[in-house]
């Protein structure tokens, strides 16, 4: 597995999404922080709906960003409609899914695919280069993830994770 494909789902820069997400119940997954703006599941919902829209772009949908990034994040009945499990899985999916990409056809991921914005909407990028953006994304928000743990005294999970 090369190292991009590692950084989705690997112990590579990071501890392991599975493990980042594992052992948090639905009310730790919900409860807020003093001072923080965004729940674990809000963090996780906003990753996963960026992960939706990257690879439907990967996949040739030229899957537009929305207006505002406000949009991105749930909204209160968007938070109660998915179950914590199930968003986890889904999240978790979509995570196999572009590390098998990641792996792939190198001449796929040379391949230029339609990223458009509100601000450019012909904007393009190799599905590398999308596939890249997508694995920074993930590990700045599964960052947060790890602090909000910390910081609740539910770190590190029981699969471990890097405490230094």
């Known amino acids: 597995m090369n190292e991009l494909a590692l950084t989705f789902h690997g112990d590579s820069a990071h501890t392991p999404p599975s493990h980042i997400l594992e052992n948090l119940s639905e009310e730790l997954a ?18 996963a709906y960026w992960q939706d829209v990257m690879l ?15 949009m991105s994040f749930p909204d209160e009945a968007a938070g109660r409609a998915e179950a914590w499990a199930d968003l986890c899985g889904r999240f978790l999916n979509g995570v196999k899914e572009a ?18 914005s509100p601000s450019n909407p012909a904007r393009s990028m190799t599905v590398r280069e999308q596939l890249e953006s997508f694995a920074a994304h993930n590990a700045y928000h599964l960052g947060r993830v790890v602090l909000l743990r910390q910081l609740m005294g539910s770190w590190p999970p029981p699969s471990g994770g890097l405490t230094w």
Do not use: F
């Open 99 to 116: 590390a098998a990409m990641s792996d792939g056809d190198a001449q796929r991921l040379e391949s230029v695919v339609l990223c458009p």
């Open 30 to 47: 919900h409860r807020k922080i003093a001072g923080a703006p965004h729940s674990i599941y809000a963090e996780v919902w906003h990753a």
């Open 56 to 70: 439907g772009r990967v996949r040739g949908r030229g899957t537009p960003s929305p207006e505002h990034n406000a």
